[in-house]
Nanobody, 115 residues
Framework: QVQLVESGGGLVQPGGSLRLSCVAS????????VAWFRQAPGKEREGVSC???????HYRDSVKGRFTISRDNAKNTGYLQMNSLKPEDTAVYYC?????????WGQGTQVTVSS
């Protein structure tokens, strides 16, 4: 059973940066697609970015140019570097690993962007 542990969330001022980490245990990360989702209060969960094992990253339009997804297979860890953060980025961020038919979710980490 794969388990995911996220970290790196917190309170940051507008324009600031955070790097989220997602450490996987129980299986090897390199064969999975790594994805990040977020859910703001009162809103549905939405996809932010994803990275397949041998493909270019994909981003939702609102974070293009500001967020960067990456993976370190040797460390079994996925990352989401978030720069130029905006108040509308405030949400609980979740990482997800999937390789059909399996998918695994982390517990979420809170990101709050506020002055």
């Amino acid at each position: 059973q794969v388990q995911l542990v996220e970290s790196g969330g917190g309170l940051v001022q507008p324009g600031g940066s955070l790097r989220l980490s997602c450490v996987a245990s129980g299986d090897t990360l390199e064969y999975y697609t790594v994805a990040w989702f977020r859910q703001a209060p009162g809103k549905e969960r939405e996809g932010v970015s994803c990275l397949k094992p041998d493909d270019r990253p994909h981003y939702r339009d609102s974070v293009k140019g500001r967020f960067t997804i990456s993976r370190d297979n040797a460390k079994n860890t996925g990352y989401l570097q978030m720069n130029s953060l905006k108040p509308e980025d405030t949400a609980v961020y979740y990482c997800k690993l999937f390789q059909a038919p399996h998918e695994y979710w982390g517990q979420g980490t809170q990101v709050t962007v506020s002055s």
